[in-house]
């Protein structure tokens, strides 16, 4: 019983992974398990996150080592499940066994995985498709998130931009932490939702404010090196790169169709980036020159959101600190503020912006009045009469319209970002 306990305890936050290691089993078995499973898997999400209630306890690890081996297992694990689906959307296009993996898989073993598989539908590779793109979004902004955090450890760099490149993220190791976490909830931060923005916008200008960021960054950080931004040390070309080998294995296994999955992976990898980014500091304001808090992210305690997000959920904690590891991260039950729901239900929310606006306007006010410096309200204010949103655009808080409407201060730039 304590075995299991502790297995529990440090593999809680891995039920992604281990679900894709489920759906690369489930590639093998073929037939109507696989829509089965994917159908199970987006159920279970989502009725967990309604019903799971919350987790705001803290916890100790005495193996902690234990963590960095899970990770890296659940990079290799989702990698293979990404990898796997390229070979079913081959045979199944094509009619070919794709790199004579069939073949090999029965000559060592004696499984017959074409036969397997020979009765697959449309609706098999679509619950394949889902969920390889769930791997590829647990490997590229999950535990890809949190190894290229560990920026002092080369190991856990390369391998969250392995799991990226799977996803087409590899701009996020570079954006996200020197980008993005210094530049977070002022008008710089391409990845920070304004009010009255809704995620259909956002998702088009977080998107590709997101990619010129990640080439300004390279390309300062090689010209105060005196280097070529056009080399191979650019670390944005290699991601690309990365990406490119990934696009070229889809295309050998699966010819134009498999280019056509490896998009579609990454554009739902993009959606559920983009739809995390929208939520978790949408509204939030702060003085470029003032330093981070953990008023600054919406804040949420719900306990599958933890499972299954490698608890980048308690997002406060996370900004005000990125170099605490994931398991360490606090709940900040009052110190923070907190999302209107768990992760899942609060994408649903934003997904249709009059039910979105109508659950955060009452926290952004809420917000204003409590935790806002003075200064940070006259930026919420201004924010608000810009909104379009009636929830908040009286709320001025004293201060002239007309003056708010001109707006005091323009955006900052990356002369903000550390050198």
């Known amino acids: 019983m304590n075995a299991l306990k502790a297995t529990w305890k440090y593999g809680r936050f891995f039920l992604f992974p281990a679900m894709s290691l489920v759906a690369l089993i489930l590639f093998f078995v073929g037939g109507p398990v696989i829509t089965a499973f994917a159908v199970f898997m987006a159920a279970f999400i989502f009725l967990g996150d309604l019903f799971f209630g919350k987790d705001e306890g803290t916890y100790t690890y005495k193996q902690a080592w234990i963590f960095y081996p899970l990770q890296y297992t659940s990079q290799v694990v989702c990698a293979l499940t990404v990898m796997m689906f390229a070979w079913l959307l081959g045979y199944y296009a094509t009619g070919n066994d794709p790199f004579g993996f069939g073949g090999f898989v029965q000559s060592l073993t004696g499984y017959d995985l074409l036969a397997a598989n020979a009765q697959n539908t449309i609706w098999e590779m679509l619950g394949a498709l889902g969920l390889a793109a769930i791997a590829a979004t ?33 701009l996020f190791s570079i954006r996200h932490p020197y980008g993005h976490h210094t530049l977070v909830c002022t008008p710089a931060d391409p990845a920070t939702s304004i009010r009255g923005e809704n995620y259909y916008h956002f998702l088009v200008r977080s998107t590709l404010g997101q990619y010129k960021m990640t080439w300004d960054l390279e390309k300062e950080r090689l010209n105060r090196m005196g280097e070529n931004h056009l080399s191979y040390k650019n670390r944005a070309i290699r991601g690309w790169l990365m990406e490119a080998a990934v696009a070229v294995f889809f295309m050998a296994a699966a010819g134009f169709v498999g280019l056509l999955g490896y998009l579609a992976i990454g554009f739902i990898a993009r959606n559920a980036l983009e739809l995390a980014n929208y939520m978790e500091h949408h509204g939030l304001v702060r003085v470029p020159t003032e330093p981070m808090h953990v008023r600054h992210a919406w804040n949420c ?51 249709i912006p009059p039910l979105w606006f109508k659950k955060i306007s009452p926290l952004l006010l809420e917000w204003d009045r409590n935790m806002a410096s003075e200064a940070e309200r006259r930026l919420a204010a201004e924010q608000n009469v810009k909104s379009g949103v009636s929830y908040l655009e009286n709320e001025t808080y004293g201060y002239s319209r007309e003056e708010l409407l001109r707006g005091s201060q323009p955006p900052p730039d990356c002369s903000l970002l550390p050198a």
Do not use: Q
């Open 138 to 170: 647990n490997a590229s902004i999950i535990v890809g998130h949190e190894l290229t955090h560990r920026t002092e450890n080369p190991v856990a760099v390369f391998m969250g931009r392995l799991g990226e490149a799977f996803g087409m993220f590899t």
């Open 301 to 351: 305690n719900n306990r599958m959101s933890n499972w299954f997000l490698c608890a980048i959920n308690r997002h406060a904690h996370h900004h005000a600190d990125a170099s605490v590891e994931f398991w360490n991260l606090k709940p900040l039950v009052h110190e923070a503020p907190h999302a209107p729901a768990g992760y899942t239900t609060t994408f649903f929310y934003a997904l």
